[in-house]
């Protein structure tokens, strides 16, 4: 399936994608672990456990350090403590990645329709893009409790051309994950991953998205 093209949409993955959030869940992630009496993990590492929400980014980190599971009890702890960490330092070295603002803008210049569609809360979302100065490049934002089921389900998907009155042939899917895919996928719209995001080690390539990029600006 061919995705070049100018598209009536642009549904966008967040972290990955447009923001290079790693550092600060990292950080977020080390204050609960020094927190429970676990050694920091490496950000090199959260980088290769990003994707799957704060919960498993713990579980994995407990897992390399431990080779066993927490307790639930410990790990509701922990992501409670990796939540409050988190919502108050959201943005403190997280970066939109080259190439995405100065891409975004084009696109609404040419009339296009920019949505967010994550898997990160809602709240959360909305607070690092308004802390990044990019909540009014977007004419809506989808979170991962917004919709009846997150990615990789279409939920997410149908819901944001639901409400910017497009169909799947309108729009382009960017994401950097196998969930991106797989939402885009199953609501059947065209998808593109961009190579240098959060795809738990897997080969961009792989992932079976129509095309890979390696710059935002490959959209234009």
Not at 14 to 35: H, I, K, M, W, Y
Not at 77 to 104: G, K
Not at 135 to 147: E, I, K, N, T
Request: proline letters at 4%; a negative charge.
């Amino acid at each position: 399936m061919s995705w070049q093209g100018q598209y009536a949409g642009y549904l966008f993955d967040l972290d990955g994608t447009l923001v290079d959030t790693a550092p600060d869940l990292n950080r977020a992630q080390n204050a609960a672990l020094r927190a429970h009496g676990y050694a920091s993990a490496d950000e090199a590492q959260t980088r290769l456990w990003v994707g799957h929400g704060a919960r498993v980014l713990l579980q994995k980190a407990i897992a390399a350090q431990t080779k066993r599971a927490p307790q639930a009890s410990e790990l509701d702890a922990m992501h409670q403590h990796f939540l409050a960490h988190y919502a108050d330092n959201i943005a403190q070295a997280s970066t939109p990645y080259p190439e995405v603002v100065t891409t975004l803008e084009i696109l609404a210049t040419r009339g296009a329709q920019l949505a967010v569609v994550t898997n990160k809360p809602e709240g959360l979302s909305r607070s690092l893009l308004q802390a990044l100065e990019l909540s009014d490049r977007f004419h809506l934002l989808v979170g991962g409790d917004s919709a009846a089921q997150p990615k990789p389900a279409a939920d997410p998907a149908v819901m944001a051309c639901e409400q910017l009155g497009l169909s799947a042939q309108e729009v382009l899917f960017v994401g950097d994950s196998g969930a991106d895919v797989g939402c885009a996928r199953a609501f059947g719209c065209a998808v593109v991953c961009v190579s240098y995001g959060y795809n738990q080690g897997i080969d961009p390539g792989a992932l079976g998205a129509d095309g890979v990029i390696d710059s935002f600006a490959a959209l234009l």
